[in-house]
Each structure stands twice: as C-alpha cells, then as structure tokens.
C-alpha cells in the first residue's frame, strides 16, 4: 500500500495488518512516505535481505509495527531484531519446504507460508496448502500465495481438511489477485470477498 486515498479506503474495511513494502525491485516499492498511514490496524513493513539499520530506521519512521522478512534472513539476522515483532515468510513447494520454521522457532510472532517463485513473492500463484499438514510448531502462521477473489468457500473448509494445523492459521495474506494496479487495491473486490469469506465461515 502506498496511496494515502486507497490506505483510507482498505483500512475502513476492518483488516488487521497492512502491509508497506521497503523492497527497491519491488514493483509496490513504498519510495515516500504516504500522506495518510493507517491508525486503526497494524502497519507490517517487508524487507527482503535488508541492513538492520535501515530496518531499525524505516521502522522508526513509519511507526511499524510488525517487521516481515521476506528473504534469505538467517536465525541469527533474526535474533539481532529481537525487541521488534517479526514476521519471517517461508518460501513452500513442498513438504520438505515447511521444516525451515524449526530454524526460527522462539525467533519470530508469525511465520507467513508463501508460494516459492524465482522472484520474491508476489507471483499471484498458490501452493498446495494440504502440505501445511506437515508443520507441527507452536509459532502462529499467516496464510499467503496467491489467495483471490473465488477462494472464500476453500479457505473456510480448511477447517476440515485432514491434518491442517487450522488453530496456528491467524491470518491470510491477499495482495496481488486482489490488485488494479501494483500497490493499489480494489476495495470494492475485497470488500466482497471479505463477506464471503464471513459468510461461508458460518455455513461451515
């Protein structure tokens, strides 16, 4: 998110977490600070492989509250940012994929599982989520890759779905499908998916 009309608009839809992207070959790089910052839900700042005091800088100066490192970051790049709430995005194709959380257990507040893609996320593409069956640790996780518009009524029957750790799922990440432009919503797409969403919850 980088307009200050569109941020208004998203965050009136009653969303948790937005997201600010402090990448430069991002095609949603945030390079100014928007004239409007969300002050009802938390600001989230992603950083790919990024100097820890530029992290500390931008975080200062966007009053993030949650830091997402979406790149190559080790434990130890982790355990230098303790104090701020992290949030480290694990690249998944399969199985094998979900063991990289044993690494940061007790590092980070939230894993994000993401769909692994040559470039740093944003593919707009999903990952076969039944291989969350294999993830067994106590960090809460958000759920991302390519979530859309027609997926309400599959996301609410992960509740069933044979071995899927349903109670560490706090969250999805809905970002590219869910786009005009890059960087720019199409609020009245996810307010629809929102109530759908909301809807199949109950039905289910």
């Not at 979900?98 to 769909?115: H, M, N, Q, S, W």
């Not at 706090?170 to 307010?191: C, Y």
């Not at 998916?193 to 109950?202: E, V």
Request: net charge negative; proline share 4%.
């Amino acid at each position: 998110m980088r307009d200050a009309d569109n941020i208004r608009e998203v965050e009136s839809l009653g969303i948790n977490m937005m997201g600010f992207i402090f990448w430069p070959k991002s095609s949603r790089y945030v390079c100014a600070r928007p004239d409007y910052l969300p002050t009802k839900c938390k600001r989230v700042g992603v950083f790919v492989d990024e100097d820890i005091d530029t992290i500390c800088r931008i975080t200062d100066e966007y009053g993030l509250d949650y830091i997402q490192l979406h790149g190559h970051e080790s434990p130890d790049y982790c355990a230098k940012l303790q104090g701020i709430h992290l949030i480290k995005a694990i690249s998944v194709n399969g199985c094998d994929d979900i063991a990289t959380y044993k690494r940061y257990e007790g590092l980070v507040d939230y894993f994000l599982f993401d769909t692994k893609c040559p470039s740093v996320g944003g593919s707009g593409q999903q990952f076969d989520w039944c291989v969350l069956s294999a993830y067994q640790g106590d960090t809460p996780f958000l759920l991302s890759g390519g979530i859309g518009p027609d997926d309400a009524q599959r996301l609410s029957a992960l509740r069933v779905l044979d071995g899927f750790p349903v109670e560490k799922c706090i969250g999805i990440d809905l970002n590219s499908r869910f786009e005009l432009a890059p960087g720019l919503k199409d609020v009245s797409s996810l307010r629809r998916f929102l109530t759908q969403l909301t809807h199949s919850s109950y039905q289910n």
